[in-house]
């Protein structure tokens, strides 16, 4: 019998596909590790950059806590001496809430005392009587608010003091101030007797000396007019005639005029009326006597003699007596809250109970 061969089964070709395969995918995979590389590294350096953006504003807002916390500590420092100046002023107040009282109708009396005090050297140093009724005014309502009835007759006294003053003129002393004062200057302007004499010489030599161009006969009658002139002179005289000032007395007039002005209005600012009247008496004799009549000289004459007739010193009523009768009733009144404290019966003092020979 023919034994048959075995056949052997053909190869096929798996191995090279194989190999391929796995070169493929290891080609793959390489190309992602370096994909992958190349991501990792720059989202090192995005990681890197905005670390060191952060490490910078960590720089920047620590610079911005130390200043302020420097701030700060200006801040409490500050706070701390308001603090004791708070303190310090607590402890003013304290004192002083203790030296005057926390009773309100002490504090009310004691200020119309002040104001009454006030009223009484504004009308007797300054003669301010508008200042001096507002404050009686004032000082009549803080008796007001006391709701007092023994206070009203120094109410009363306060009221009459009111319309005593009320019923005193006026004085516009800032108005005659400034009237002497422009007067002042007008008169300084005013021309002098000497000055219009010597004018009147000039005019004449003037006069003359254009009658040379003239005919021979009005030359003739000039200087026979001139001649006679020189001759015969009639002049009307009501007062005697008194020589002409010479140059260093006018210097020495203008001085006297304008010191008697100054005069004048420091005695209205003083309410000094004898002064007044004197000064205005002697610029009204001098600027008569010794500058020339004429309408500017008249108008000053006729307005210091109008500012003659002012009183600058009115009589101003006597209100201390309002002020004494508010002393005696403060006398009084610390008189009997000082008695009403003594008759008050004092608190029994509680002892404290004594364990084991101590006292706690």
């Known amino acids: 019998m023919n034994q048959q061969e ?23 995979i390489a190309i992602v590790a370096i994909l992958l590389v190349l991501y990792l590294c720059q989202r090192n350096q995005i990681i890197n950059s905005k670390l060191i953006t952060m490490q910078e504003q960590l720089e920047s807002a620590a610079a911005n806590q130390t200043t302020i916390n420097n ?21 003013t107040i304290n004192k002083l809430l203790a030296s005057i009282g926390t009773d309100k109708d002490l504090w009310l009396l004691t200020e119309a005392d002040h104001l009454l005090k006030l009223a009484n050297l504004t009308l007797s140093y300054e003669y301010n009587i508008p200042s001096a009724v507002a404050l009686l005014k004032t000082a009549d309502q803080r008796l007001y608010a006391m709701n007092n009835p023994k206070l009203v007759p120094i109410r009363q006294m306060i009221a009459n003091d009111i ?7 006026a ?15 007008q008169s300084l302007q ?10 009147n010489t000039i005019d004449n030599l003037l006069s003359q000396q254009s009658t040379t161009s003239q005919a021979w006969w009005k030359k003739a009658i000039v200087a026979a007019e001139h001649a006679l002139g020189k001759v015969l002179i009639i002049r009307q005289r009501a007062t005697p005639i008194e020589p002409l000032l010479s ?38 004799n001098f600027i008569s006597k010794y500058f020339l009549a004429n309408t500017a000289q008249q108008t000053i004459l ?49 002892q404290l109970p004594v364990v084991n020979g101590n006292k706690p």
């Open 6 to 28: 075995p056949i052997e089964p053909v190869s096929k070709p798996t191995s090279s596909k194989k190999s391929n395969l796995l070169s493929v995918i290891s080609l793959l």
């Open 71 to 91: 701030q700060l500590n200006k801040a409490s420092q500050l706070i701390n001496k308001q603090a004791q100046l708070t303190k310090i002023n607590q402890i």
């Open 163 to 169: 319309v005593k003053l009320q019923a005193v003129p």
């Open 171 to 185: 004085v516009d002393v800032t108005g005659i101030y400034l009237q002497l004062e422009a007067l002042r200057t």
């Open 190 to 199: 005013l021309p002098l007797v000497t000055n219009t004499y010597q004018s």
């Open 247 to 284: 140059p260093q007395q006018n210097l020495l007039l203008l001085q006297n005029i304008y010191l008697l002005y100054s005069q004048a209005e420091w005695a209205v600012l003083n309410r000094q009326q004898a002064v007044y009247e004197d000064s205005l008496a002697q610029l009204n």
């Open 302 to 350: 006729q307005t210091l003699a109008t500012l003659k007739t002012n009183n600058i010193a009115p009589t101003v009523p006597d209100i201390s007596d309002t002020l004494v009768a508010l002393n005696n009733y403060q006398k009084q009144a610390k008189i009997v809250k000082i008695k009403k404290s003594t008759l008050l019966p004092k608190p029994a003092v509680k």
